[in-house]
Nanobody
Framework: EVDLMESGGGSVQAGRSLRLFCHVS????????IGWFRQAPGKEREVVSC?????DTKFADSVKGRFTMGRTFLQLNNLKPDDTALYYC???????????????????WGQGTQVTVSS
């Protein structure tokens, strides 16, 4: 069984950093891609970043240059109030090395971890 669980969220002041973690079980490290998505109250879900099975990464324009990513974590630097959202990690099987930036491409999801950024 594939299981994902996020952790590391919290409430911080703008300009501070957080590191979110995505714990994945049931998948081989080399055979899946990870995506991070976020959803604020009243807003649609949006992509944050992705990392492929070959460690290629992509970032949304809104976080590019501020966030970094590994296969087990999402580092959020220089946080802004607009970053406030419930953050989800997701996984999908991948053998091509492609990095997926669309939520519907992912089959497995965690329950989310809350990030709140105050001004």
């Amino acid at each position: 069984e594939v299981d994902l669980m996020e952790s590391g969220g919290g409430s911080v002041q703008a300009g501070r950093s957080l590191r979110l973690f995505c714990h994945v079980s049931g998948l081989s490290f080399e055979d899946y891609s990870i995506g991070w998505f976020r959803q604020a109250p009243g807003k649609e879900r949006e992509v944050v970043s992705c990392i492929s099975s070959t460690s290629d990464t992509k970032f949304a324009d809104s976080v590019k240059g501020r966030f970094t990513m590994g296969r087990t974590f999402l580092q959020l630097n220089n946080l802004k109030p607009d970053d406030t959202a419930l953050y989800y990690c997701a996984a999908r099987f991948d053998y091509s090395g492609r990095c997926y930036m669309t939520a519907n491409e992912y089959a497995y999801w965690g329950q989310g971890t809350q990030v709140t950024v105050s001004s």
